[in-house]
């Protein structure tokens, strides 16, 4: 629990105290690809167009926000572990089943990614 | 006293197994066994802090990195997770060939994953739902604390889906 309040407030203080923080640089390709779905605010880490409050609401944002976590917090303890846990920490270690997990989480998020986000965008 | 030594073999199989099941979650085997006043937790703050800053720095918790990174147009993820693994590889080589202590002095066991199929079911699962919000456990944490507070809904979401893991873990394939 301190740990990840920890998190959250080091990322307040990294995008309050420490400034500087830029929009992030991305890809040219993508820039056009989202602004058809209306994305244009590079501001904050996450897109404010999509993650915010009133979004919440509506078919698309409950897809992203509510079923996109419900996909985390399930496909974690399903898997053993998450990012830092066998991407990581797993093949620091080399540990086969880590390499398995690893594959799997990079396909699953291309698939998404690449076939299946651009409907959920457009709704 | 037979029948008593085999309620206490049963139990001590029941253990076992359990140690079996929880063995697939990373997260309960290194738990420290200590009790400290409260206070001793504030080194986990810190270690939280940095570990928000980086995240927020390095932009890997941000939503357009990760659509970069799936949909490889960019080598910025790769690179940073790439070293990381490579800090880590190093990290646990050090750990090992100097068997180093936790800061209270117990060992550090690094137990050998046992795979199973949640790998591939659980990884897929985990995979779509890191592109459609672009985050994943930690970052969860640090983008509410970057200032995109609806992802409290997100994370709630994520608690309910390790519950709901929890009920059903007995009946998924493993």
Same mark, same amino acid.
């Given at each position: 629990?301190?740990?990840?309040?920890?998190?959250?407030?080091?990322?307040?203080?990294?995008?309050?105290?420490?400034?500087?923080?830029?929009?992030?640089?991305?890809?040219?390709?993508?820039?056009?690809?989202?602004?058809?779905?209306?994305?244009?605010?590079?501001?904050?880490?996450?897109?404010?167009?999509?993650?915010?409050? !009133?979004?919440?609401? @509506? &078919?698309?944002?409950? +897809?992203?926000?509510? $079923?996109?976590?419900?996909? #985390?917090?399930?496909?974690?303890?399903?898997?053993?572990?998450?990012?830092?846990?066998?991407?990581?920490?797993?093949?620091?270690?080399?540990?086969?089943? !880590?390499?398995?997990? @690893? &594959?799997?989480?990079? +396909?699953?998020?291309? $698939?998404?990614?690449?076939? #299946?986000?651009?409907?959920?965008?457009?709704? | 006293?037979?029948?008593?030594?085999?309620?206490?073999?049963?139990?001590?199989?029941?253990?076992?197994?359990?140690?079996?099941?929880?063995?697939?979650?990373?997260?309960?085997?290194?738990?420290?066994?200590?009790?400290?006043?409260?206070?001793?937790?504030?080194?986990?703050?810190?270690?939280?802090?940095?570990?928000?800053?980086?995240?927020?720095?390095?932009?890997?918790?941000?939503?357009?990195?990760?659509?970069?990174?799936?949909?490889?147009?960019?080598?910025?993820?790769?690179?940073?997770?790439?070293?990381?693994?490579?800090?880590?590889?190093?990290?646990?080589?050090?750990?090992?060939?100097?068997?180093?202590?936790?800061?209270?002095?117990?060992?550090?066991?690094?137990?050998?994953?046992?795979?199973?199929?949640?790998?591939?079911?659980?990884?897929?699962?985990?995979?779509?739902?890191?592109?459609?919000?672009?985050?994943?456990?930690?970052?969860?944490?640090?983008?509410?604390?970057?200032?995109?507070?609806?992802?409290?809904?997100?994370?709630?979401?994520?608690?309910?889906?390790?519950?709901?893991?929890?009920?059903?873990?007995?009946?998924?394939?493993?």
């Amino acid at each position: 629990m301190f740990f990840v309040f920890g998190i959250a407030a080091g990322a307040f203080i990294a995008v309050t105290l420490l400034s500087g923080h830029q929009p992030v640089n991305v890809n040219s390709g993508l820039v056009a690809e989202l602004k058809e779905y209306g994305i244009n605010n590079y501001s904050k880490l996450a897109p404010q167009d999509i993650f915010n409050w !009133s979004v919440l609401f @509506t &078919v698309k944002g409950f +897809i992203l926000m509510v $079923v996109g976590g419900f996909l #985390i917090g399930f496909g974690t303890r399903y898997a053993g572990g998450c990012t830092s846990g066998h991407s990581i920490m797993g093949l620091s270690n080399l540990q086969w089943p !880590s390499l398995v997990a @690893t &594959v799997c989480f990079m +396909i699953g998020g291309m $698939v998404m990614a690449n076939f #299946i986000l651009p409907s959920i965008l457009q709704l | 006293m037979h029948e008593i030594g085999e309620v206490k073999n049963s139990f001590v199989e029941k253990l076992n197994t359990d140690f079996e099941v929880r063995s697939l979650d990373s997260v309960c085997i290194n738990t420290s066994e200590l009790k400290h006043p409260w206070w001793y937790n504030v080194k986990y703050l810190a270690a939280g802090l940095l570990f928000g800053i980086i995240l927020v720095k390095t932009e890997v918790i941000s939503w357009f990195r990760i659509q970069e990174m799936f949909r490889l147009q960019s080598f910025h993820m790769y690179g940073v997770i790439g070293s990381a693994v490579v800090t880590g590889m190093i990290s646990v080589w050090l750990i090992k060939k100097f068997q180093v202590k936790t800061i209270y002095g117990e060992p550090i066991q690094l137990y050998k994953i046992r795979f199973s199929k949640g790998q591939i079911y659980g990884g897929l699962l985990f995979g779509f739902g890191w592109a459609m919000t672009g985050a994943c456990p930690g970052p969860l944490f640090a983008l509410i604390g970057s200032g995109t507070t609806v992802i409290i809904v997100t994370l709630l979401s994520a608690v309910a889906g390790t519950w709901v893991y929890g009920h059903l873990r007995e009946k998924l394939p493993h």
